[in-house]
């Protein structure tokens, strides 16, 4: 991995949203950092710096600026965005590991989606058309938000920044400057952890406190398994209303537990990492309907996917032992209702379907499997259910699409499943063919 020697980087163009009110001070502690008169605070996390915000008339209390630089976590130092070495982006190592690849859905055009392989991506870098891309759209997404500014259910457009010199592949590199609504905010995914030790459950600390802020009833003091999960199906519900009002306006977000973040004082669920988004104005009812589709799946399988491998699959025991009615803390249907809305029948009884057979499953195959292959098996059954969602949501999410462009959806669900069969056996020859696997 190389990267630019450390110098000053000039810059092209800044630009800051005039709405909020930040100091001058601040500003040029922003452009400082951008441009490395002042060595960013990167984490080792990623490519971005994130800062507090304090003492100013704003509704955010941090400021996250994407695209800076890069921890170097093997020498253990922060180097400026690369303008040279790309990282291959659908190879991950999952825990324990294990080798992940990941292909990436999009929709071609004929409007029908097909897998790819990603891109490499710059190291530390972020490309100045996806820096503006995704100023613009939380601006058009904050413009648009009729209730209170704190509680925005996405990170605040402050800026965005071109450097002058920096390139890869030919494309100009930049910077986006986001506020952070919280100062300790947390991962969704963070919030999927419950694991059983000798004297029983580990409450999440994460849980416990947004259980006693928003979910605990009057008198009650420390919670139980049934209230985490009671808290979950909440969170899963505050999931799915978020990604519903991003999708009245933009598709393709990529959203996993981990590009959500919870707003412990509000109670809501903020996406972010919109760079790469399309405005549903701009595409066929069609295209629409595959990246919701694909949004949705998403976030379907990883709320599965972390029940299952993160402990809390462990208590599901205690429903018979303790005579509780399963069904009142159905996650799918948390998520679902958030989505869809609570009155859609339909949705209801594909979400208590999902639950009963991951229910199912975990106690009948899950539990009786050694630890150490629950990563292998619970993939399968997360592709089982990945590939039957694609098809059952057809009948609910078609609604969605006609209303959004007031027009009906001509793809007929024969049609659908015809796509979608040719969709899972492209995937199969993507796999077979990738050098990579």
């Known amino acids: 991995m190389t990267s630019q020697p450390d110098q000053y980087l000039p810059l092209h163009s800044i630009h800051f949203f005039n709405d909020f009110k930040l100091e001058e001070g601040q500003k040029n502690i922003f452009e400082n950092i951008i441009s490395w008169k002042t060595s960013p605070p990167l984490v080792k ?31 253990n130092t922060v180097m400026q965005p690369s303008t040279e070495d790309g990282y291959d982006a659908h190879i991950q190592q999952a825990p324990d590991g294990i080798k992940e690849v990941h292909y990436q859905i999009e929709v071609n055009e004929h409007d029908e989606p097909m897998y790819t392989i990603p891109k490499k991506r710059p190291y530390g870098a972020q490309f100045f058309e996806n820096a503006k891309l995704e100023f613009d759209t939380t601006k058009e997404l904050f413009d648009r938000w009729n209730d209170k500014k704190e509680a925005f259910p996405f990170y605040y457009p402050i800026g965005y920044a ?64 049934f209230d985490l999960l009671a808290t979950l199906k909440q969170l899963c519900f505050e999931f799915g209303k978020t990604l519903s009002h991003l999708h009245k306006h933009y598709v393709d977000h990529d959203s996993h537990l981990f590009n959500a973040m919870v707003n412990l004082e509000h109670g809501n669920v903020i996406l972010f990492d919109l760079d790469h988004v399309y405005n549903v104005s701009e595409l066929s009812a069609q295209k629409s309907f595959y990246y919701m589709l694909k949004d949705l799946e998403i976030g379907l399988v990883a709320i599965i996917s972390n029940f299952l491998l993160n402990g809390i699959v462990e208590g599901v025991v205690l429903f018979e032992k303790l005579n509780q009615p ?5 996650l799918i249907e948390g998520f679902f209702a958030g989505y869809f809305g609570e009155d859609n029948e339909v949705a209801k009884q594909d979400a208590k379907n999902i639950w009963n057979r991951m229910l199912t499953f975990s106690l009948n195959t899950l539990l009786n499997t050694p630890r150490k292959d629950h990563f292998h098996v619970a993939y399968d059954f997360c592709e089982k259910e990945r590939k039957k969602s694609y098809i059952d949501a057809y009948r609910y999410l078609k609604n969605i699409v006609a209303k959004q462009h007031e027009k009906s959806l001509t793809l007929t669900p024969e049609k659908h499943a015809t796509i979608m069969t040719n969709l ?14």
């Open 45 to 75: 996390t990623g490519r971005s710096t994130y800062l507090l915000v304090k003492d100013t008339d704003v509704p955010f209390q941090g400021v996250k600026i994407k695209g800076c630089g890069f921890f170097d976590v093997h020498n």
């Open 162 to 225: 071109r450097y002058k010199k920096l390139f890869y592949n030919d494309k100009p590199l930049g910077v986006t400057i986001l506020g952070i609504p919280g100062e300790k905010e947390t991962a969704l995914g963070k919030y999927f952890v419950g694991n059983f030790e000798d004297k029983g459950l580990r409450i999440n600390p994460y849980i416990v406190k947004y259980w006693q802020q928003h979910c605990a009833p009057a008198g009650k003091e420390s919670p139980d398994y």
């Open 326 to 330: 399963i069904d009142d803390y159905n």
């Open 424 to 437: 899972f056996a492209q995937r199969l020859t993507l796999q077979h063919t990738d050098p990579k696997q």
